[in-house]
C-alpha cells in the first residue's frame, strides 16, 4: 500500500502518472503526486510507499481544474501510441488542468518507445485529433539524464524498453 491520502492537499500542483517503481515527479517538480495504475507495483518494484494513490492516467478521479503540470516519465502501456489512446488521454488532461493559467504537460521519454515518441505525439495531437488548446510548435527537447536529472535513476519494468528517456516534451495547454 502506498502513502494513504486521506484528504487532497491543495499545495501539491503537479501530478505524475504511471510512477511505477520511479519518482520522477517528486524529485524534479516538488509538491508532486505519484500515482500509478498497477495495484501490485509494490511487489513488483520491491517497494511501493512512494505511490500516493492509485489510478489510470486515463481515468484520475481527480478534481477538474486541479493541476499545473502534469508529468509523464517513461510512459509505457498508456499514451499516444494510438489515436484512442491519444484522446482519451489529452481530454481527461485537459479536464484536470487549471483553467485561467497554462498548464502544461511534460513528458519524458526516448524517441524509440511507441507510447510517447515525439513524432507521435505531435501526429496524434496535430494531424489526428486537432486539438485546440496547446501552443504551437510543441516543443521537444534533447536531453541527457545525467546533466538535467542528475541523481534520478530511470526505471525499467519491462525489458524491452531503453533505459535512458533521451526527449523531453513539453505541451503547453491553454484552457
Ligand atoms: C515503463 S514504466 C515507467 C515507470 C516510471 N515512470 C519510470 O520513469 O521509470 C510505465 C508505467 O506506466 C504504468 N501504466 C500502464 N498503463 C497505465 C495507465 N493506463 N495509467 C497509469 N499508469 C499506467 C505501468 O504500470 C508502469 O508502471
Request: aromatic share 10%; hydrophobic share 35%; with cysteine.
Amino acid at each position: 500500500m502506498g502513502k494513504m491520502v486521506r484528504k487532497d492537499d491543495d499545495s501539491f500542483s503537479n501530478i505524475e502518472l504511471g510512477a511505477g517503481c520511479g519518482n520522477f515527479g517528486e524529485q524534479f517538480h516538488p509538491k508532486c503526486y505519484l500515482t500509478e495504475e498497477d495495484i501490485n507495483v509494490g511487489a513488483r518494484c520491491g517497494n511501493a510507499g512512494h505511490i500516493h494513490f492509485y489510478c489510470s492516467a486515463y481515468a484520475t478521479g481527480c478534481a477538474e481544474n486541479r493541476f499545473d503540470t502534469v508529468i509523464m516519465s517513461n510512459p509505457h502501456g498508456y499514451g499516444f501510441n494510438d489515436v484512442s489512446n491519444a484522446e482519451r488521454l489529452i481530454e481527461e488532461l485537459y479536464r484536470i488542468l487549471r483553467t485561467g493559467a497554462i498548464g502544461k504537460i511534460i513528458i519524458v521519454c526516448n524517441d524509440t518507445n511507441r507510447f510517447c515518441s515525439p513524432d507521435r505525439v505531435i501526429k496524434r495531437l496535430n494531424d489526428d485529433l486537432g486539438f485546440v488548446h496547446i501552443r504551437r510548435p510543441i516543443m521537444v527537447e534533447n536531453i541527457n539524464p545525467a546533466v538535467d536529472y542528475p541523481g534520478f535513476e530511470f526505471r525499467q519494468t519491462n525489458g524491452i524498453l531503453p533505459a535512458f528517456p533521451n526527449k523531453r516534451i513539453t505541451i503547453d495547454v491553454i484552457k
